[in-house]
């Protein structure tokens, strides 16, 4: 019994082992299944022109308010109302604060008093003094008595001066209790509210001009020679990345900083829609001339935040560079990297080109 089912064991394996090996190249000769080639992006090119382009120095700088006022109190009080707002429109006059008139108004009572009782000395002196030239000419008092009331009538006439001189001031104090913007602007703070007890040299509110702004250009001791008064520049901040604000170079230091050897130069821009503002870091391009410059169609720069990108099309592949750009002209712009006259960029590179890809 042991002996049959050894056997039949025998059977089955060797049943097993045939079939595996009449299958065995049927497996073998299986293919993998094939993966479909990327599929090329179909894009425009156009070729890089070399081209007369205007030529400029880049230098740095910072945007200023033509005007910047520090309200100050120039009395002295409470704070009774305020009547302004951070970025508020002001203009020249309009109130600001109003300080605790009470204690000014005494003072300009008590000055209004004082004078007329100065005034009211004088006409006395007045008489005495014509009174003595009476006498004396007649020879009723001495020269020395004569000299001594003269001299009495012109000190009565200082002190009605100078008590005049206080009433005006006490009147301009009282008045002052209303403080006021001294230009047309907008609030940049207010530093005080109601209740705050503030004296002359306080600090109530900053108004700022903006329209136009200056940007005040550092310019290093070997480019002065290109900087004139008068000529144009371009100014581009970090808030409007793809907008260039034309500027006037304005006003030129007759002197170079010792400590940094540059020239601090002004331009004006103008800023009717306020954006540029006070503060502002400036990347400034100053006109210098003309040159011939690779250019590219406009179309075919990419921008990315402060980054420009543009794609080369060479042996049917897509290479991404890097660029700084430059000045733009009749819908093409200069590109400060070395590119070939017979080099083609893509065109309107389309969001799904990348490095390496294949185009047609």
Same mark, same amino acid.
């Given at each position: 019994?042991?002996?049959?089912?050894?056997?039949?064991?025998?059977?089955?394996?060797?049943?097993?082992?045939?079939?595996?090996?009449?299958?065995?190249?049927?497996?073998?000769?299986?293919?993998?299944?094939?993966?479909?080639?990327?599929?090329?992006?179909?894009?425009?090119?156009?070729?890089?022109?070399?081209?007369?382009?205007?030529?400029?120095?880049?230098?740095?700088?910072?945007?200023?308010?033509?005007?910047?006022?520090?309200?100050?109190?120039?009395?002295?009080?409470?704070?009774?109302?305020?009547?302004?707002? !951070?970025?508020?429109? +002001?203009? *020249?006059?309009? $109130? #600001?604060?109003?300080?605790? =008139?009470?204690?000014? %108004?005494?003072?300009? @009572?008590?000055?209004?008093?004082?004078?007329?009782?100065?005034?009211?000395?004088?006409?006395?002196?007045?008489?005495?003094?014509?009174?003595?030239?009476?006498l004396f000419e007649k020879g009723s008092i001495p020269q020395a008595e004569h000299a001594r009331m003269k001299a009495q009538c012109q000190s009565q006439l200082f002190q009605a001066k100078a008590a005049?001189?206080?009433?005006n001031l006490a009147t301009k104090l009282a008045g002052d209790t209303i403080i006021r913007a001294p230009i047309d602007g907008a609030v940049g703070e207010r530093f005080v509210s109601v209740g705050e007890?503030?004296?002359?040299?306080? !600090?109530?509110?900053? +108004?700022? *001009?903006?329209? $136009? #702004?200056?940007?005040?250009? =550092?310019?290093?001791? %070997?480019?002065?020679? @290109?900087?004139?008064?008068?000529?144009?520049?371009?100014?581009?901040?970090?808030?409007?990345?793809?907008?260039?604000?034309?500027?006037?170079?304005?006003?030129?230091?007759?002197?170079?900083?010792?400590?940094?050897?540059?020239?601090?130069?002004?331009?004006?821009?103008?800023?009717?829609?306020?954006?540029?503002?006070?503060?502002?870091?400036?990347?400034?391009?100053?006109?210098?001339?003309?040159?011939?410059?690779?250019?590219?169609?406009?179309?075919?720069?990419?921008?990315?935040?402060?980054?420009?990108?543009?794609?080369?099309?060479?042996?049917?592949?897509?290479?991404?560079?890097?660029?700084?750009?430059?000045?733009?002209?009749?819908?093409?712009?200069?590109?400060?990297?070395?590119?070939?006259?017979?080099?083609?960029?893509?065109?309107?590179?389309?969001?799904?080109?990348?490095?390496?890809?294949?185009?047609?």
């Amino acid at each position: 019994m042991p002996r049959r089912l050894l056997v039949l064991a025998a059977l089955v394996f060797t049943a097993a082992c045939r079939q595996a090996s009449a299958t065995l190249p049927e497996t073998r000769t299986q293919k993998a299944p094939a993966v479909a080639a990327p599929q090329a992006l179909s894009v425009e090119t156009a070729p890089v022109e070399r081209r007369q382009m205007p030529r400029f120095l880049t230098l740095t700088g910072s945007v200023l308010a033509d005007k910047q006022s520090e309200v100050a109190a120039n009395v002295s009080g409470r704070i009774t109302a305020t009547f302004v707002e !951070r970025g508020q429109q +002001v203009k *020249a006059g309009q $109130p #600001v604060a109003i300080v605790d =008139s009470k204690a000014a %108004g005494f003072s300009a @009572q008590a000055a209004a008093a004082q004078l007329s009782a100065a005034q009211t000395q004088v006409a006395l002196a007045e008489q005495d003094c014509q009174r003595a030239d009476t006498l004396f000419e007649k020879g009723s008092i001495p020269q020395a008595e004569h000299a001594r009331m003269k001299a009495q009538c012109q000190s009565q006439l200082f002190q009605a001066k100078a008590a005049r001189a206080n009433a005006n001031l006490a009147t301009k104090l009282a008045g002052d209790t209303i403080i006021r913007a001294p230009i047309d602007g907008a609030v940049g703070e207010r530093f005080v509210s109601v209740g705050e007890y503030v004296q002359p040299p306080t !600090r109530v509110a900053t +108004v700022y *001009a903006v329209d $136009p #702004v200056r940007v005040s250009i =550092s310019v290093p001791e %070997g480019a002065v020679s @290109q900087v004139r008064e008068g000529q144009v520049l371009e100014v581009e901040v970090a808030a409007w990345p793809d907008r260039r604000f034309p500027a006037t170079v304005r006003y030129v230091s007759p002197a170079l900083r010792p400590m940094t050897r540059d020239l601090v130069v002004e331009a004006v821009a103008g800023n009717g829609e306020g954006a540029l503002r006070p503060g502002m870091f400036a990347t400034v391009k100053l006109l210098t001339g003309e040159e011939v410059q690779p250019t590219v169609p406009l179309t075919a720069i990419r921008t990315e935040g402060a980054v420009k990108r543009l794609f080369l099309a060479r042996n049917g592949l897509a290479y991404e560079m890097v660029v700084r750009t430059g000045l733009a002209r009749d819908g093409r712009i200069a590109v400060l990297e070395p590119l070939g006259s017979q080099d083609r960029v893509i065109v309107r590179p389309p969001p799904g080109l990348t490095d390496g890809v294949a185009i047609q």
